[in-house]
């Protein structure tokens, strides 16, 4: 496929959807590498707005230096921020990327209800993430004062008692403690909005609202900003939608169409899927550093809506019912499993008649384990448990917690045993 057959967004719909372990199935972050363009004065020229040409073309006859500095901030990968799920790795972006990702973030800026009289306090750890990152850009675009202490809560009590905040971002799965620290250290007077920083869960959201109501006697409206994995800006829930009552109603990710392209696949095949569900596949638009295109994000999402929001009237596209990197389940041992790529791995196998995979809390201990049920269609059961496990072990890089044969009627008491809600995918299912 060349790139002239790429002339409009059904034609990228053509473009296989792929993920980090595509690109590297041995999790080797330096494979990335092959996603960062390397553009150069013709791409600039391809690219760039006629103004901006026209610009650089008469720069290129007076000054050289300064023909180069436009081009460079254009073309030139200088600045990282490591992501991923399965394993970190980098996603470049050049200087003019960063000018986009601020501008995203004044947009962000509007969509939470903020101004540039608000003040945050960030509790989101100080390093080359998407999150801390965009963040920053978007309160210096929004001329808003901001502190990023790192995730100490010790040091983020300090900042927000040299600065008291009107904003507090927190990691989604730090909130409860974030603010019951600042509570007891009275530090939220001023506060009026919560950020969860990650798409947060039903009983996240629910804790953190409940945290927030018992910390003021305020309405304080609790917002979910979140970058999936791979972006480059955080997409943020309007105010209108949680600022009526103490509750944090939502109405989804508000979305940027100019910047990013969101579709959805079938999480077990990657294939484009037309129903409401899967996985989430994000396209980046406009930024020139690496390049990712329809990206497996490994966020299963409820649906992407494109009418008018019912709270804020913006009519950009958003993303509903985000279940935040559950694609890839980490164990205690830190160490990652991609379900997509055992997915893959038993769809692509022959004596596979029927299979479902289990993610689920071991009643023991609540840790987190997998568990593949396998239909085989072949004599030996046990043979075509031992060849699944090879081929997840070469494309999932490790194995999950247990391969067991199975029969029919075993399987479909399985499927009826979990309450359709709970299903990640037709056959990927998640215990309590
Ligand atoms: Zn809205």
């Not at 999150?131 to 900042?159: K, R, Y």
Request: net charge negative; glycine share 10%; aromatic share 4%.
């Amino acid at each position: 496929m060349t790139a002239g057959k790429i002339d409009g967004v059904n034609a990228l719909g053509g473009i296989p959807a792929v993920g980090e372990r595509d690109v590297s199935p041995t999790g080797d972050a330096a494979a990335m590498a092959s996603l960062v363009l390397h553009g150069g004065e013709r791409q600039f020229a391809l690219h760039s707005s006629g103004s901006d040409v026209r610009r650089a073309i008469r720069l290129r006859a007076t000054r050289s230096a300064a023909y180069k500095q436009v081009v460079d901030s254009e073309t030139k990968p200088t600045s990282y921020i490591w992501g991923g799920l399965g394993f970190r790795y980098p996603i470049a972006s050049t200087r003019g990327d960063l000018d986009v990702i601020a501008r995203a973030g004044a947009r962000l800026w509007q969509v939470l209800g903020l101004t540039g009289a608000d003040a945050l306090v960030s509790a989101v750890p100080v390093t080359a993430t998407a999150e801390h990152t965009s963040l920053q850009l978007a309160a210096l675009a929004a001329g808003a004062p901001a502190l990023f202490p790192g995730d100490d809560t010790d040091a983020v009590l300090a900042a927000a008692r040299l600065a008291p905040p009107t904003v507090l971002a927190v990691p989604t799965a730090a909130a409860v403690d974030v603010v019951e620290a600042a509570a007891s250290a009275d530090v939220l007077d001023r506060l009026t909005t919560l950020l969860l920083v990650g798409y947060p869960a039903e009983s996240e959201r629910e804790a953190a609202v409940a945290a927030v109501n018992d910390a003021a006697s305020r309405d304080i409206a609790v917002l979910a900003v979140h970058a999936p994995a791979g972006a480059r800006v955080l997409w943020g829930e309007c105010r209108e939608a949680a600022g009526r009552g103490r509750l944090g109603g939502t109405t989804g990710l508000h979305t940027y169409p100019d910047l990013d392209l969101v579709q959805l696949v079938d999480a077990e095949t990657g294939e484009q899927v037309t129903a409401s569900t899967g996985e989430l596949v994000l396209t980046q638009l406009g930024m020139r550093g690496s390049a990712l295109l329809r990206w497996r994000t490994g966020d299963v999402v409820a649906g992407v809506e494109f009418n008018a929001c019912p709270a804020c009237g913006r009519t950009v596209p958003r993303v509903v019912g985000t279940r935040r990197g559950a694609l890839v389940v980490t164990a205690d041992s830190g160490r990652a499993l991609d379900l997509r790529a055992v997915a893959g791995a038993l769809i692509g196998r022959a004596d596979v008649e029927d299979w479902r995979v289990v993610v689920g809390g071991r009643a023991r201990d609540g840790r987190d384990q997998v568990v593949v049920h396998l239909l085989s269609s072949a004599d030996d059961a046990d043979e075509t448990v031992v060849g699944a496990a090879a081929d997840i072990r070469a494309v999932a890089g490790r194995l999950p917690s247990q391969l067991v044969a199975t029969d029919v009627d075993a399987l479909a008491a399985l499927t009826a045993s979990v309450p359709p809600e709970a299903a990640l995918t037709q056959r990927v299912l998640l215990r309590g």
